[in-house]
């Protein structure tokens, strides 16, 4: 358990589905550098029976304590509970731009799942919300917490451990039986943001601007982006995307998909002097470096993390809160805005349009 003299944030918690249940069993669990105890207050739910399941679900229940999590059936009741400082959205990418608006108008702190909204329009329209009603918010890219990920930015950027970066490929691939899920799923369904753009090829996008631009935000610079999709029933099955960043005249190919295989090692970064291969269970999750330099012996560094890693991100957002800040400084609205832009961009070159995009 935690310490009983940390602070505590209070969340609240929007769908049951896959990260929702993975999210909320990595904060429950103590850690020793949480800057706070987090503690899920309450569910929004469809429906009581998911709400039950997802709470026995969580692995370690006991600490789910001093407080049981209340079942909401309906999402609204998670905006309006005062016991609530913070939401958590881990819907379908289509409700996030209307979630995010409702919890901001109850002043509730958002952690939002990525990718932040469905274009870049929407993204502007939440953080202007969020802006005037002076609330945190930020979208959850928690890859980008991880140690592995803060190491080798270092490595890259400050050391410059093979020099002069030239060129990266990425790749996120999930083999999924297309044909076998309903229309209605949300890899599928127009209507829910769907198509491997949003979902995966987020991650490749971010990788690509964490190390060929190496800053965020407002300080980064707008990539020349070419980009062909296989858009089946109207969303993306296969991305292909090529990034250039002229300042730094680095180049990336990025590939994302949803029927090919997962690759062990999906990310792979070239410079001068040298080679780093970054590998894990998904290009969301980075588990171990393999770093060849010029001259040196080729060394492996391997980082392990308790569940699936979401404490980072979580105790990261705790701390920006409890230091009164209105964004954050790994993951800044802008840069959520610049993604968007980037993903609008591709999706046109593609072929892909959503509903919201008219
Ligand atoms: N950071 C990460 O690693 C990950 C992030 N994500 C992101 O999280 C979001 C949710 O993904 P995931 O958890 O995989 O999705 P799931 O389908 O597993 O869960 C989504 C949940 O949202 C609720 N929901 C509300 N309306 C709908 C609807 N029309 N269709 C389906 N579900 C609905 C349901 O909860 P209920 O019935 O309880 O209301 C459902 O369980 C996505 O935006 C995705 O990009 C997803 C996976 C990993
Ligand atoms: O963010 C994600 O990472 C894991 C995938 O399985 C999931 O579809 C995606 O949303």
Known sequence: MASKSLPSLRWGILGTGWVSTRFAADIIVSHPSAPVQHLITALGTSSQTRGEQFLSSLSSASSLDPIKPKI????????????????????????????????????????????????????????????????????AVWTRFFPLVLDL?????????????????????????????????????????????????????????????????????????????????????????????PKTNRIGILTASLRARRREEFLRVEGGKGVITVSGPGCSV??????????????????????AGFYFEADAVAKDILEAKKESAIVPLEESVRMMRVMDDIRKQGGVEYPQDK
């Open 72 to 139: 909401y059936t309906d999402y609204s009741s998670v905006y309006t509970d005062p016991e609530i400082d913070i939401v958590y959205i881990g819907t379908p990418h289509s409700y996030h731009k209307e979630q995010c608006l409702a919890a901001i108008a109850a002043g509730k702190h958002v952690l939002c799942e990525k990718p932040f909204t469905i274009n870049a329009a929407e993204a502007e329209e939440v953080i202007s919300a969020a802006k005037a009603k002076g609330v945190y918010i930020m979208e």
């Open 153 to 245: 930015k270092k490595m890259l950027h400050e050391d410059k451990i093979i020099g002069d970066i030239h060129r990266l490929t990425c790749d996120f691939s999930l083999q999924k039986d297309m044909d076998a899920l309903p229309p209605t799923h949300r890899y599928k369904d127009v209507n829910l943001g769907g198509g491997a753009l949003l979902d995966i090829g987020v991650y490749p996008l971010m990788w690509s601007n964490l190390i060929l631009d190496g800053k965020v935000g407002v300080e980064a610079s707008h990539p020349e982006v070419k980009a062909t999709m296989v858009v089946l029933g109207g969303v993306d099955y296969e991305d292909v995307i090529v990034m250039k960043y």
């Open 286 to 307: 980075p588990r171990k470096l393999k770093i060849q330099v010029d001259g040196e012996e080729e060394r492996e560094v391997e980082y392990e993390n308790e569940g």
